[in-house]
């Protein structure tokens, strides 16, 4: 229902504190116990496998799954997967595969393929009946509810929140007792951080959506786990709004697609505290060309005086889960630049919400 909104969109997005929060209620045991039986299991390697923003919410899972909980990992694109496996695979492996839906043709494909060559099957899906769901072995899901805008905005985060719980249980052999119960206790305050800067950001949001509406290409950079998000963006604005964007791991930027930047090329710098000197040095050298740069982190005065724009985020969540945060101001603004171009953020012309 639309009651009090304008479009699905905004509705779901402004969710997803809600749907956070009723993931980690439903689905905390279920994660434990799936890692238990998972970390009992050995595997020599998790393969990651999803499409579009799945996919994008596999490579932020891949860098909690490798750096807590220290699994190998492989992430290969649904749509490629059975190009990339062999026919015979000696190490005794796991595939999380991960859709929305739980009905994508490349993702079943990939499953399948998987299945026929002996790997056992984690499931993240939002659909519990789907046929990916009666394909697992293992099966997390993302408690997002209905999403009815084609664009994936809470059925992302709520991926984000099942995967990042599941790879803190997994990392409970990895971790001391202290680190752990400290991880755990920040990823459960992840719906207040969301409410906050859901709040904090709508005003702003509005103001940097007025400012680029007519710009036709944009470039997101984000390193570690917001290269990720980067790429999230990227796709958030080809979908909803109809431009050009490309994201970019933060210093891969430099190596060839800095040719292109002038005053008619906004660039969105995702910046982690730990990471301001680097994006500092390198947001000088980008206004030195003319590209206004809107910075989204937390408060920093140096990036705020220095960015044309700056979003910020409140503090709390640790580099690997960062980007179920900072993939927020990217989602609203999206959102008001296609309002602002006058287009139905619902439904982009040519696409499906599921891909069959």
Same mark, same amino acid.
């Given at each position: 229902?639309?009651?009090?909104?304008?479009?699905?969109?905004?509705?779901?997005?402004?969710?997803?504190?809600?749907?956070?929060?009723?993931?980690?209620?439903?689905?905390?045991?279920?994660?434990?116990?799936?890692?238990?039986?998972?970390?009992?299991?050995?595997?020599?390697?998790?393969?990651?496998?999803?499409?579009?923003?799945?996919?994008?919410a596999g490579l932020a899972s891949q860098y909690a799954l490798s750096n807590l909980a220290q699994i190998v990992t492989s992430l290969i694109p649904a749509s490629e997967f059975h190009r990339w496996i062999p026919q015979?695979?000696?190490?005794?492996?796991?595939?999380?595969?991960?859709?929305?839906?739980?009905?994508?043709?490349?993702?079943?494909?990939?499953?399948?393929?998987?299945?026929?060559?002996?790997?056992?099957?984690?499931?993240?899906?939002?659909?519990?009946?789907?046929?990916?769901?009666?394909?697992?072995?293992?099966?997390?899901?993302?408690?997002?509810?209905?999403?009815?805008?084609?664009?994936?905005? #809470?059925?992302?985060? @709520?991926?984000? %929140?099942? !995967?990042?719980?599941?790879?803190? /249980? *997994?990392?409970?052999?990895?971790?001391?007792?202290?680190?752990?119960?400290?991880?755990?206790?920040?990823?459960?305050?992840?719906?207040?951080?969301?409410?906050?800067?859901?709040?904090?950001?709508?005003?702003?949001?509005?103001?940097?959506?007025?400012?680029?509406?007519?710009?036709?290409?944009?470039?997101?950079l984000g390193s570690g786990p917001n290269y990720a998000t980067a790429l999230e963006g990227a796709l958030k604005l080809k979908e909803t709004c109809n431009v050009f964007a490309e994201g970019f791991a933060t210093r891969?930027?430099?190596?060839?697609?800095?040719?292109?930047?002038?005053?008619?090329?906004?660039?969105?710098?995702?910046?982690?505290?730990?990471?301001?000197?680097?994006?500092?040095?390198?947001?000088?050298?980008? #206004?030195?060309?003319? @590209?206004?740069? %809107?910075? !989204?982190?937390?408060?920093?005065? /140096? *990036?705020?005086?220095?960015?044309?724009?700056?979003?910020?985020?409140?503090?709390?969540?640790?580099?690997?889960?960062?980007?179920?945060?900072?993939?927020?101001?990217?989602?609203?603004?999206?959102y008001h630049i296609s309002v602002r171009r006058g287009l139905n953020p619902d439904k982009p012309e040519r696409l499906r919400k599921v891909v069959k």
């Amino acid at each position: 229902m639309l009651i009090g909104y304008t479009h699905h969109m905004i509705r779901e997005i402004l969710e997803e504190p809600k749907v956070v929060q009723e993931t980690i209620t439903r689905e905390s045991e279920n994660a434990r116990k799936i890692a238990e039986e998972i970390n009992s299991e050995d595997f020599d390697i998790m393969y990651i496998t999803g499409s579009g923003t799945s996919y994008h919410a596999g490579l932020a899972s891949q860098y909690a799954l490798s750096n807590l909980a220290q699994i190998v990992t492989s992430l290969i694109p649904a749509s490629e997967f059975h190009r990339w496996i062999p026919q015979r695979i000696s190490r005794k492996s796991l595939l999380m595969a991960i859709s929305q839906s739980g009905e994508s043709t490349d993702v079943l494909r990939a499953v399948r393929y998987g299945i026929d060559r002996g790997m056992k099957v984690l499931g993240i899906t939002n659909t519990p009946g789907s046929t990916l769901a009666r394909l697992s072995d293992y099966h997390l899901t993302p408690r997002s509810g209905k999403e009815l805008a084609v664009p994936a905005t #809470k059925s992302y985060i @709520a991926q984000l %929140i099942a !995967i990042f719980m599941l790879s803190l /249980e *997994l990392a409970r052999t990895n971790l001391n007792a202290d680190e752990w119960e400290e991880l755990r206790k920040t990823l459960n305050n992840t719906p207040n951080l969301l409410d906050e800067a859901l709040r904090r950001l709508d005003e702003p949001i509005r103001e940097v959506a007025d400012k680029y509406a007519d710009k036709n290409l944009f470039f997101i950079l984000g390193s570690g786990p917001n290269y990720a998000t980067a790429l999230e963006g990227a796709l958030k604005l080809k979908e909803t709004c109809n431009v050009f964007a490309e994201g970019f791991a933060t210093r891969e930027f430099l190596h060839g697609p800095m040719r292109l930047v002038d005053d008619r090329t906004p660039i969105i710098m995702l910046t982690y505290k730990d990471e301001a000197d680097e994006s500092l040095s390198l947001i000088r050298g980008f #206004k030195g060309f003319g @590209a206004p740069i %809107i910075s !989204i982190g937390e408060e920093h005065a /140096e *990036l705020h005086i220095l960015s044309d724009s700056f979003l910020q985020l409140p503090t709390g969540l640790p580099k690997v889960f960062s980007p179920i945060l900072y993939v927020i101001p990217l989602q609203l603004l999206t959102y008001h630049i296609s309002v602002r171009r006058g287009l139905n953020p619902d439904k982009p012309e040519r696409l499906r919400k599921v891909v069959k």
